[in-house]
């Protein structure tokens, strides 16, 4: 990076942080928006000469600034504002209502009959998938099975807990 590219942003630091300041009217994000432009003059510096780095900066900073002003309206516009009450009553409980408890203690009984139910192989083939992490070729390995018995058996272990669930939440 040439020192002449260090010596002109610094040379309009302050007309820069003007700029950006006029934009998005708060001096941390200003801030941000200038140190972003260096570093992107400093990318365009080591692609290839830049005729006029002032004007790039100048342009650059003025660009950054409407992208955060945009990317700024955009989360106002799908976010839910903060909550102005410090009512506790009103904050969500983080612990599930003895329903939802009682909910997953079911699920996860129909699942572990489901599990009980797959043939051994395929049962030991879906635990050491998804509980231990093991990919199918060391699955393969450590059974000493092909890879395609492997997956083989994970689709019937797949389709066997699909189905019985379905079957359970249907009834």
Not at 85 to 98: H, I, K, M, N
Request: glycine residues 6%; contains cysteine.
């Amino acid at each position: 990076m040439p020192a002449s590219l260090t010596a002109i942003y610094l040379d309009h630091r302050q007309s820069l942080l003007g700029r950006a300041l006029r934009i998005v009217r708060d001096v941390p994000t200003a801030e941000d928006v200038i140190q972003e432009s260096y570093l992107r003059a400093c990318n365009a510096v080591q692609k290839g000469p830049i005729d006029n780095i002032g004007a790039f900066l100048h342009r650059t900073v003025h660009n950054l600034a409407l992208d955060q002003i945009r990317r700024r309206r955009t989360q106002e516009r799908f976010e839910a504002p903060a909550s102005d009450t410090d009512d506790p009553l009103e904050v969500a409980c983080g612990t599930p209502s003895v329903e939802d408890r009682l909910l997953h203690r079911e699920r996860l009984a129909q699942f572990m009959g489901a599990m009980e139910a797959l043939p051994d192989r395929a049962r030991r083939v879906w635990v050491l998938n998804r509980v231990e992490g093991m990919s199918y070729p060391q699955i393969a390995a450590h059974l000493g099975v092909s890879q395609g018995t492997v997956f083989n058996d994970m689709k019937l272990a797949m389709g066997h807990f699909v189905d019985a669930l379905s079957r359970a939440d249907r009834g």
